[in-house]
């Protein structure tokens, strides 16, 4: 027998970090609590959930399906630099794609590796205690490795690239 609250949907949103929030696609469309939490940067991890449609609130697309072929390490550095851009901006992220589990959670996983120093292990325990549902595919949780080793070599101030980010909607 299951019980009420294994039978509840996960919210459509929930705060990782101060001003990281990772949710499911329906997140995107709440634009009164966007606004309310500070959101100004939506990374939209899918190639075919609609973008936010709140004021004031940019779009950034990674267009990756939820297939562990996918290659979504290459979006990591320049995802990552414009999380932070938006961060240090004094704004928020969210970070989202159909449900909230596989693509934003690896996302939102190489985004504390990347610029709050954690390691694989406690960025995704982060995010796990943050979003219970969250799990990454196995072909996302491998190049997260990959992306841990990547950082793990890199000079501590190398920025990386950016990314394009499309501009918020009047």
């Not at 449900?99 to 690896?106: E, F, L, Q, T």
């Not at 990547?150 to 101030?157: S, T």
């Amino acid at each position: 027998m299951r019980s009420a609250d294994a039978a509840r949907p996960a919210p459509p949103l929930v705060r990782v970090a101060p001003a990281l929030f990772l949710g499911s696609a329906r997140a995107a469309g709440a634009s009164e609590l966007l606004r309310d939490l500070g959101v100004r940067l939506c990374v939209n991890v899918s190639r075919q959930q609609p973008g936010p449609h709140a004021p004031g609130v940019a779009e950034l697309r990674v267009p990756v399906l939820d297939d562990p072929a996918e290659d979504l390490l290459a979006h990591l550095e320049p995802t990552c630099a414009a999380m932070e851009a938006a961060v240090r901006a004094g704004g928020a992220c969210l970070v989202y794609c159909k449900n909230g589990r596989s693509r934003s959670a690896a996302v939102c996983t190489a985004y504390l590796m990347r610029h709050r120093g954690l390691s694989l292990e406690e960025a995704f325990r982060m995010v796990k205690s943050a979003r219970p549902v969250a799990e990454p595919n196995p072909g996302f949780w491998s190049q997260l490795q990959q992306y841990e080793q990547l950082l793990q070599a890199r000079p501590p101030d190398d920025e990386g690239p950016t990314a394009a980010v499309t501009p918020p909607a009047p």
